[in-house]
């Protein structure tokens, strides 16, 4: 091709023929650039095609996290709600309305939230990276959620290391040997008969009722992130379907 334009070039010259030869060399320059401006488009759209790929992966891995988020939510809501079962308990207990026998399991009451959610963690920069507006905005959301929840396990958990377990073990309440047992089923952690003397007095029922409530409050805000949870794994997943 180049040749044939060569000799087209030469023999215009070679006739002395400089209009047919400005026009014939401008009608190269345009093919030149059309070349160009091709080759630029087929550039950008493989490159397209690259970052549509990426996102796609991205958005794969980010609906696993998701997913595997969902059965972090379901494990503290269910351990939230059988501690605060206990506190509503020990709330009638203090009123006289119901027995000491009929109150739940005791351990429950030292336990700290050990889950910390994946999503925000495994992809702290996904929102930069989503072209859909729409979802970049339900990430930012998200994150800041997750933020708060991991603010209120957080204080949650120092009130449980910090203040309720070291009282529990100053105040003896503690069965000594319990704590290498191996069979989960059968924990008895607290003693129960020295726990129902001390929760006689004030400072007992003050330390619990700073526990509750951050359990409280960190039992609202999960309900908060697992419904964004959930409406960002169905956004996602539509927007995958249509692309």
Not at 60 to 83: M, P
Not at 86 to 94: F, G, M
Not at 195 to 208: A, D, G, S, V, W
Not at 226 to 231: D, G, I, T
């Amino acid at each position: 091709m180049l040749t044939i334009f060569r000799k087209i070039r030469q023999k215009l010259l070679t006739q002395n023929k400089v209009t047919r030869y400005l026009a014939y060399a401008i009608g190269e320059i345009f093919l030149v650039v059309i070349g160009i401006l091709i080759a630029l488009q087929v550039n950008n759209w493989n490159e397209s095609r690259k970052e549509d790929a990426r996102e796609r992966e991205l958005l794969i891995y980010a609906l696993e996290n998701i997913k595997t988020d969902s059965l972090s939510l379901d494990s503290i809501t269910s351990r939230t709600d059988k501690i605060l079962a206990v506190q509503r308990d020990l709330i009638l207990l203090s009123e006289n309305k119901i027995p000491a026998q009929s109150i739940g399991n005791l351990d429950l009451i030292r336990a700290s939230e050990p889950n910390i959610l994946i999503i925000k963690k495994n992809n702290p920069n996904l929102p930069n990276e989503v072209k859909d507006q729409e979802i970049k905005k339900m990430l930012l959301d998200h994150y800041l959620t997750i933020e708060w929840l991991e603010n209120t396990i957080l204080k949650h958990n120092d009130i449980i290391e910090g203040v309720v377990r070291p009282f529990m073990a100053e105040k003896q309440l503690l069965n000594y040997g319990e704590q290498l047992n191996t069979d989960r089923a059968k924990f008895d952690l607290v003693n129960d008969e020295r726990f129902y003397e001390e929760f006689k007095n004030e400072e007992l029922r003050q330390i619990l009722f700073e526990s509750g409530v951050k359990l409280r409050i960190m039992r609202t805000n999960v309900e908060r992130v697992a419904e964004k949870n959930e409406n960002l794994k169905k956004a996602i997943n539509s927007y995958l379907n249509h692309r």
